[in-house]
């Protein structure tokens, strides 16, 4: 069964310093990556997304993410933070199981912005 | 724009009231999904619809239910709320059975006292 990991529950950063949020998954075929975003109270707003092709993926709000076979990693990435991302962040894995997707999440990391 | 709509966006009921969430998607995708999430937790997949094909997770309460009258619809029936059920429901739309793509609604918060 697939599985995510995100080992970092919560990450402080500087406003203007860069971010990484990291994000290991558990596949046995050609996993289908996602990153999505959870502002409080609200739904899950999809950042991007890794299918196949270019390993390197960017998002909207000026996220990218790279997609490490060698590694089972799909880490987030942002030159410079600003204090609006302060959010929490899924990683997500794609399987095809009993003919129909799932998503299976992590268990997110919250991130927090300082002044 | 098309997205996915969930009323109410906070709702409270009574333990062991029953209770129904509403979701509607002007998509027109196939798929409709309703995620479970308590605080500080990844959502949780409850079941979902393939159309009129339902499909239960096999360790979803049986508590929970739900029905899709036509494809832009889909409700969440609690039968009787108990403390643990209280978290925000999340439903989500793909365009087809194979799509790993999700559009996720804004959930519904869901206190029960």
């Known amino acids: 069964a697939q599985s995510v990991t995100q080992p970092d529950i919560h990450i402080t950063v500087s406003e203007g310093a860069s971010l990484e949020l990291r994000c290991n998954y558990s596949?046995?075929?050609?996993?289908?990556l996602f990153w999505y975003v959870q502002s409080p109270g609200q739904g899950l707003q999809l950042l991007l997304k890794?299918?196949?092709?270019?390993?390197l993926v960017q998002g909207i709000k000026g996220f990218e993410a790279e997609f490490k076979r060698s590694q089972s990693s799909f880490n987030l990435r942002k030159p410079s933070v600003h204090w609006s991302d302060a959010a929490e962040y899924f990683c997500?894995?794609?399987?095809?199981?009993?003919?129909?997707?799932?998503?299976?999440f992590g268990k997110g990391t919250m991130l927090l912005v300082s002044p | 724009d098309a997205m996915v709509i969930q009323n109410p966006r906070y709702q409270v009921t009574q333990f062991g009231k029953p209770v129904t969430l509403s979701c509607s998607q002007t998509?027109?995708?196939?798929?409709m999904y309703w995620y479970q999430q308590k605080s500080s937790q990844a959502p949780k997949l409850l079941f979902h619809?393939?159309?009129?094909?339902?499909?239960n997770e096999a360790d979803t309460p049986d508590n929970f239910q739900s029905r899709r009258p036509n494809t832009s619809f889909c409700f969440l029936d609690i039968r009787s709320p108990g403390l643990g059920d209280a978290a925000m429901y999340l439903c989500?739309?793909?365009?087809?059975?194979?799509?790993?793509?999700?559009?996720f609604g804004p959930g519904t918060r869901l206190t029960v006292t």
């Open positions: 596949y046995g075929a050609t996993p289908y």
């Open positions: 997500a894995v794609g399987a095809l199981g009993s003919g129909y997707s799932t998503l299976t």
């Open positions: 619809y393939y159309d009129k094909d339902f499909n």
């Open positions: 989500a739309t793909s365009a087809s059975r194979a799509s790993y793509e999700q559009y």
């Open positions: 998509l027109n995708h196939n798929v």
């Open positions: 890794y299918f196949s092709g270019d390993t």
